[in-house]
C-alpha cells in the first residue's frame, strides 16, 4: 500500500494550496480518508475526514470554512483544498486511509504559510 501526498510548499498568509493523496495498493473506494497535520513541537491533529462515499466525516474548528476535503474514487485520490491559509497552519500535512482494522499513513508533504 503506498498514499504518496503531494501539493505542499511555501505560500503567503491569505494564499491557497490543494494537497492531493494518490493511494495504490488498496481497495480504496471501501477506506474512509483522513488528513492530519503535524506542527513542530506539537502532536498530531485530525484536520478534515471524509467517507468511502464522499461523506464528510469532520473537520477541526480551525478549518471550519476555509478547507475543503474531497476524492475522486476513480483517481484513486483523495484532495484537500485549503483557503485563506495562516501562519498556524505551517505542518506536515499526512493522509490516512482506514479500514478497520487496516490503518495506512503517507509520508507527508510540508506546509509553510509565511510571507
Known amino acids: 500500500v503506498q498514499l504518496v501526498e503531494s501539493g505542499g510548499g511555501l505560500v503567503q498568509p491569505g494564499g491557497s494550496l490543494r494537497l492531493s493523496c494518490a493511494a495504490s495498493?488498496?481497495?480504496?473506494?471501501?477506506?474512509?480518508m483522513r488528513w492530519y497535520r503535524q506542527a513542530p513541537g506539537k502532536e498530531r491533529e485530525l484536520v478534515a475526514g471524509?467517507?468511502?462515499?464522499?461523506?464528510?466525516?469532520n473537520y477541526v474548528d480551525s478549518a471550519k470554512g476555509r478547507f475543503t476535503i474531497s476524492r475522486d474514487n476513480a483517481k484513486n485520490t483523495v484532495y484537500l483544498q485549503m483557503n485563506s491559509l495562516k501562519p498556524e497552519d505551517t505542518a506536515v500535512y499526512y493522509c490516512?486511509?482506514?479500514?478497520?482494522?487496516?490503518?495506512?499513513w503517507g509520508q507527508g508533504t510540508q506546509v509553510t504559510v509565511s510571507s
Open positions: 495498493g488498496l481497495t480504496f473506494s471501501r477506506y474512509n
Open positions: 471524509i467517507t468511502n462515499t464522499g461523506g464528510t466525516l
Open positions: 490516512n486511509a482506514r479500514l478497520n482494522p487496516l490503518n495506512y
